[in-house]
Structures are given as structure tokens and as C-alpha cells.
């Protein structure tokens, strides 16, 4: 019985393959563009968890400066005569041309097992990695591109290390980071001889600090992450509207069918269970295409995001995926839960569907008409928590919790909407065509309803997301402009040829501007510390977005700081709240700044208090004030006079178009995803049409038969999608520009401590509804096609009962 | 002469193989005649009516209403006939589910632009129709449902009504009611009426009865 009800049930899709279809690639789709999400989301985290395994940051409990900086080995030396068992790392930039490599200094005769990677401890033998010039290991990448690269020690690739890393001795270190006697912190071994005199004692400038859970740059990452993780989510709601309306009309097509089986004899709950089945085994077979697809975008937008999480967080992520079972595994049963969740509404009504019940064929219809009432409810509700959530929402989960309430919000009151709006056009009707049109349209609402739904969402995001790029970008463009006021930007190559460099500009230009900082925990998170000259450029330029009377005098006294707007927002400081600079000094805040684009909080202080405070703080960087037309002058004789590789000095438009280069690839991904999220739209709509369409001919048949071409039938239904097409697009601009809100005033806030001015850019929604128009028109155009060709003999049907 | 078919044929393909349904058949009906086409089934009755509609071309012969020959016409000629000079019934009533009952009545009429309101309320009052006239069709039972459709195809007083097994989803007592009212308003509107039926003692109620058996008229 069992063989002969699932052969059964099966047969129906055979005879209906495109519905079999519409729900493979809707739940492959669903799948893939989640799992391709998670897979570059883990990609990254893996690498995050090995970059900071490799700098001992997670395992072991590590000694460092109060203030985060260097400071001289002496103190390790002290602490090792002490009993300390502990080993010394210097950790820095180190500059080749446009490319940053981050030297990873250690002493493998001192370091406890696992703090430093094996490859460097064993192998190659300690001799040839601590004897000058030294060994340096890096990624094979990383290798293969420093070639020819000098001044760095003999490289060698090692399979493991992290792209941009280069581990060596930390004498070597020393040297080619010219700190000779600097430490940047030191590993604590588990194990400790007892009786050790404490470390106050011997380092009180020291402080001990505990393993770390998580490391910093997964901090900083993490809101990029949540983003990513929002859309995938998105896309995999989109796919399941898809397979929740192939799903639903596949179960409504077989109630006839149901009803004889039952009649026949099949228990209710082996049909019930063999459905299940049914379902499981497509979810199955569909998962796995769709794993596979989304290893296929994984693959092909990872390149974009590690680029991406290097230029804005300088994270290291390889550009090759590598995945492990359980993401496998987990993909599948993605799929499985998808099409569970897809399928239990459907499952449900067999399980209540009496014996007796009359196979309607509109019985679906109505049931999801009566079910509209109840859907608008819901929406209410949710509606009402969205607003809730954006007056009293802070965090970054509540902001998420925002968008998504909103959206399924939307979402669930379209078909309501859309059925008054119909309504409306149907009293309003003049003529019996007009009266049917809109009548008949508002009939197949129920049907349509989840491909609308899903097309809402992907315009209403397409609007949002747009919206809060184009904003960013238009903010981004002029406030690069106020910030980037020098006309050239050098960097020296040591101390002594910066301090040359300086002397030998001071005639020549109009000014030198230190750009000098320091790394350090500001309000508990990595942040950055700046020395700014006393003025005009930045009196005159920079883009405040609020000060003190008197600000910039305190600042040049060394009496306050400026911070930005992140650190405002991180740490709740306004001007007249005292900053904790690292080391411990504190001065009053002055003012804030906006600094689009960086995850860090930064503050200001006068530079010569920099120089005060952090002796230590590299000198090399500058901003040359000079007369423009004199600039690529200026700038040739530089790299001329000093031997400067041309990187080194770059002018304002060349820093511009990096920093645009950056902030575009930062939104590569998210636009990719834009996309594929509409793509899966409008396949939803065309399944939708496609399916209807076979269902349709009932409802056309007698029109036909009264005196309509079937061309005219076929032009009426290409109207309809593209009419309800542009009623959705307009239905989801005001979401879409909620949406932009919310992005832009809480979860922007909450994720990178910035907040944008919002923009409006109606020449992109006319872009978009035209995008919507023809991604109705063409979903129909098949359809309408088919009808227009559709043999009488196959209309006469209907009145024979052949169908 | 209203209607006139003259030796049409018709086949159809069916898993390879041509099969003729009849062949060289030739009838007529005149404005006020009521005639009726009953045959087994399978011999083509709601073909040959299909044919008569308009709704499907022969493969040869000719079909003529008010002396204009369908087979000359397109699609959209044809279509325009059909809703202003013919009123269909069929058997499984295949009102517009969208449309409430007083839409349905006045759909072709209206599309034809032939709506007579005092018509149309004539006959909702005469088919018993008023009190539904708000309903859908889904609302209706089958009797209620084969009224509205005698309703829509005469709303607009056409010249030929095609009736296809009007009573055949009703009991007997339902159908001879709709029979009653089919016959009595096509009386009174004067046109013609070729109705395919099984039921022999619904077709000895018409003026003429033709049989369709052997792929040829009898």
C-alpha cells in the first residue's frame, strides 16, 4: 500500500514538472544563497580565530604596557630573571609600497608549546630562523607576492599562516621595524614556578591581562557579519515564499486525489506521513543542489569580502574557501527545515481535510482569502513592534529585530492592501471588461500573493539598501573632500629619514602635519590616539559635527580632546566628559567628528601632548600643505631627493580614489545580494504565473467563450502582473524607505557607531519600478504567450468537464 | 435563415492516429425555432455546437449566421459575433467565479453593448434570480447557477441561443423548471435555439429534433 500511495502522489509530479521545479530551485536557491552567506561568514571566523591563535592572543594570558604600547626589553629580561616564564612578541606594520604586512616578532626558544605555529618551532631548525638576516614564514600567497620585495628576510611559504602575516625572530623583528629593544607584549606559560614575586613589583608599568574569549578584530567584524547573516536570511525567506506557493498549489492540485486515496483506503496518517516523506525526499535531492550552488557563491564573492574586511578592518581572510562537513551537513538541513516549514501549513490541512470533503478547485483560494484577515492582524501587531522597537531599540539585535519586523509586516499586509486597492478599482469600474479585470484579479491574489509578497521584499530591500549606499556614498564623497584637505600625503621609511624629510619640507611648503598614532584601548575597545598640529587645515576643514567654543586652542594646549563619532557613541562621552587615554591620562572631550567608514573610536589630542604622553609613537607619517599646481612637483622631488619608493608619497586624489576604491568594494557584496535576492523574486513570480496560469483556464474559458480573443485574454494578463507588479513597487517604496531608515539611524549606528544624513534619489526608484515593470512583464510574457496559443479545443474542455 | 451548416467535417488527432468525429453534416435553424441535437455520447454533438459558435473551425464545410460565413472570419470577427449575436449555456453553467450574480446576468450584454436595464431586470424577476443578486456563483446551487447562465446568454437578446445539455448537472425536477423558463424566453425574444441534449423527453419539447449518430445527421 505504502509503495503503490507514494507512486501515487509522485506520479502528480511528473505530470506537473515545472511545479517540480519551482520547488527544487526555490529551496535550492533558499539554501544557497544562506549557506554561501555562512560559508564566507565562517570562512572569515575561522581565520579570525587563527589570526589570533597565531599572536597567542586567545590561549594565553599575555603582559603588556598600561598605555597598549611598547615598551623595552629590559622588563622582560627582569621578569625572566624573576621566574616569569614568559616570552616576548613585537608585533607592527611594515610597509611595501600599497601593501601592509603585519611582522609578527617571537623568540621560539622561550615561547610555550602553541603559541607560535609549529612550522616555525620545528622543521626548518632555529639556527637559519634566528641568525641574521633571519627566516620569515608566510601564507604561500603572501610569499609568492613579496618575491621581490627587499629589505625582508629569506622567505619561506608555510601552509597555515594567514595571508599579509610574516612571523620571524623578533631580532629580526627589531631590526626591520627599526624598534631595536622593543616589546610589544609578552606570553604568560600556563605554568608558573611558584613563589615568583609579583608583577608590580618588578614592571608596575606592566599589567597582566586574561586570555581573550574572542579576538578584537571578530569584534569589530562582527556587525559586517550580522549584516551579511540579514541579507542571507532575507534571500532564504524570499526562496521559501517560492516553495511554500509550490508546495501549496501542489497539495491543492492532489485533493481530488487525496480524497480517492482516502476513500480507498489509505489511512489519513500514512498519507499524511507518506507526504511528509514526499516532501523530505525533495528537500533532500534540492539541498544538496543547493549547498553546492552556494559553495558556488561563496566562492565567487569571498575574493570581494576579504578585500573587503581588509581595507576596512585590515582583517585577514584568504580568498579561498575551505569548508568543513558540518557546514555541509548544515546546509542540508537548512534545506530540510525550509521545506518543513514550507510544507506543515499544507501537511496540516490533509491531516484536518474530512473523508468526505468536495475537491474544489478554488477551496485553496478561499481558504487563504478567509486566512488574509488574520494575516492583515498579524501584520498589525508587527507593525506595531517595529515602532516599539525604533523608539526604544538600541542595539544592534534590536535594530535587526526592526528591519525584520517591518519587512514580514509588509510583507503579510500586502495581499490585505493590495485586495482594498483592488476593490476600490472594482466600484470604481466602468464597463464590464474593467469590472472583470479588477474582479478577477482580486481572485488571484491568494495565488499570486506569496510571489507579490516575496517581490516587496526584495524591492522594499533593493530601495533600502540602495538608498543607504547612495546616502553613504554622497556623505562619503564630501566628507572625504573636508578630510583630505593636504595635497600630499608621505610616509618615511624610518625615523631618521622623517625627521630629513621634515627639515627639508619646511621651506618648500606651506606646512607639515604630523599624522602620528598610537594603537590602544579606548572605552574598552581597540581604538586609535592622533596628534594634530595647531592649524588652519584642520581649523578651517575638519568635519566637526560638534565643538566647544575655544576647542581647537584647548586642543592645541593639550587641555582637551576631539573624539569621533563612534568613540561618542561606544563609550556615551559628550563634550565636557572626560576621555581615559591609554596609560591612564585623561583630559576633557572638546568636540566630535564624523569619520565615515572606520569600525574604530579615535580621538585627537594636541601633538606635542602626544609626543609627551607616547615618546614611543612612530614619527613617519605627513600631510603636506603646499600649492596645488606645485604638488606633483613637490611630490617627484621628494621621491627623487630621498629615494622614496613612489608609494610612499601620494597625492589627495590618489588617497580619495583608494578610499572610494575601498568603500565600493565594501558594498560589492551587499549589491551582489541585492540582486540575487530580486533574481529570486522574480523567479517567484514567473513559478507563480507559470503554475496559475494552468489553473487559470476555468476562470478565461467562459470569458473567451462570450466574445474575447484569447489574444486579448493573453494582453489582459500581461496588464495584470505588470499592473500588480507596479502596485507592489508601490507599496514597498514607503517600506523600502523605512527600511533606509532603519538602516541608516539604528543599525548603522548600533553596528559601526556612525550615523548618516539620509538622501532621497527618486531617479533610482523610477530605475527600480521600471526594473519591476519588466520583471512583471517578462514573468508573464511567458504565460501570456502560452494562453495566446492555447488550442480552443484545450478551452472547450471546460464546459466539456475534460479537465 | 438564422443559422446554416453546410457539409462540415470534423477530426481530431488522438495518440497519432486521425479520428473523424462526423463528416458532411449539414443542418439549420430559423429565428423562433427551437431545435434539438441529441446523439450517444462521443458523436460529437458539442463539437458540431462548438462549430456552430464559432468556438472551433471545421476542417471543411461552412457554418453561416444571418448569412455571414464564420469560416471567412478571424479570431477577433468571430469573437465579436459571438457576443453579440450568440448566447451560450453549458452544462456546467461555467459562470465568471469573480463576479457577483448581477454582474454574471449583465456580462455579455454589457460587453456586446447591448444592455437593456429594464431587460435585464425582467428577467433576474422571471429566472428568480433578485434575491441573489449580490451572491457569487459559488454561493449558488447548480439550479441557481444554470439560471444565471440562461439569464447572461439572453441578456443581451441575441439571435441564436446554444444551449449544451442545460439540464445535465440538475435533477429532473430542477431541470424541466429550467427548461421551462430556457423555452418560454426564448420564445419570447423570438431567436433561434439549438440545444444539445441526451434526454429524449426534453427534445420531443422542441420543434425539431436531429439526431447525430455514425459521424453523420440522421
Known sequence: MVRATLAALMAHWWRHPLQLVSLAVGLALATALWSGVQAINGQARDSYDRAAQLLGQNRFARIEAADGQRFGQARYIALRRAGWQVSPVLEGTWRDGDRRLRILGVDPVTAPPGAVPQTVTGGAGLRPFITPPGLAFAAPETAAALEPATGLPELRATAGLLPGV??????????????????????????????????????????????????DISRLTDSFHLNLTAFGLLSFAVGLFIVHSAVGLAFEQRRTMFRTLRAIGVPLAVLTALLAVEMLMLALFAGLAGVALGYGIAAALLPDVAATLRGLYGAAVPGTLNLSPGWWLGGLAVALVGATAASAQSLWRVWRMPLLAPAQPRAW?????????????????????????????????????????????????????????????????????ALWFWADTRQQLPGLSLALMALLLALAANVGVGTMVASFRLTFTGWLDQRLASELYVTAENEAQAARLREWLAPRSNAVLPIWSIEGSLAGAPGAVFGVADHATYRDNWPMLRMQPGGWDRVARGEAALINEQLMRQAGLVPGDMLRLPGGHTLPVAGVYSDYGNPRGEAMIGV?????????????????????????????????????????????????????????????????LNVLTMGVAGFAMLMSLLTLSTMRLPQLAPVWALGLTRARLARLELVRAVMLAALTMLLALPVGLLLAWALLAVVNVAAFGWRLPMHLFPADWARLTALALLAGGTAAAWPAWRLARTAPADLLKVFAHER | MLLEVRDITKGYDSGGEHVQVFAGVSLSVNAGEAVALTGESGSGKSTLLHLCAGLERPDAGQVALDGQTLGDMGDGARARLRRARIGLVFQQFNLIPSLPVAANLRFQAQLAGRENVTWTDTLAARLGLVPLLGRYPEQLSGGQQQRVAIGRALAGRPGLILADEPTGNLDEATGDAVMDLLLGLVGETGAGLLMVTHSARLAARLDRRLHLSGGGLC
Request: aromatic letters at 4%; glycine letters at 8%.
Open chain 1, 166 to 215: 610574516l612571523v620571524m625572530d623578533i631580532g629580526i623583528a627589531q631590526n626591520l621595524l627599526s624598534a631595536p629593544g622593543a616589546v610589544s607584549r609578552l606570553i604568560v606559560a600556563p605554568e608558573q614556578p611558584m613563589g615568583r614575586p609579583p608583577l608590580a613589583e618588578i614592571a608596575p608599568d606592566l599589567v597582566q591581562r586574561a586570555p581573550q574569549a574572542r579576538a
Open chain 1, 365 to 433: 483560494a478561499r481558504a487563504s482569502a478567509r486566512s488574509m484577515v488574520a494575516q492583515t492582524g498579524i501584520a498589525a501587531g508587527l507593525a506595531l513592534a517595529a515602532v516599539a522597537l525604533a523608539m526604544w531599540g538600541q542595539s544592534l539585535v534590536a535594530g535587526f529585530a526592526l528591519l525584520g519586523a517591518m519587512l514580514l509586516a509588509a510583507a503579510l499586509a500586502l495581499p490585505g492592501v493590495l485586495s482594498a486597492l483592488l476593490g476600490m478599482a472594482e466600484r470604481a469600474a466602468r464597463g464590464p471588461l
Open chain 1, 608 to 672: 606635542d601632548l602626544l609626543t609627551t604622553l607616547y615618546p614611543q609613537v612612530p614619527r613617519l607619517r605627513h600631510a603636506i600643505r603646499a600649492d596645488p599646481a606645485q604638488a606633483v612637483a613637490l611630490a617627484r622631488s621628494l621621491v627623487e631627493e630621498f629615494g622614496l619608493p613612489p608609494d610612499n608619497v601620494t597625492d589627495q586624489a590618489r588617497i580619495k580614489a583608494l578610499s572610494l576604491g575601498i568603500f565600493e568594494q565594501t558594498f560589492t557584496v551587499t549589491a551582489a
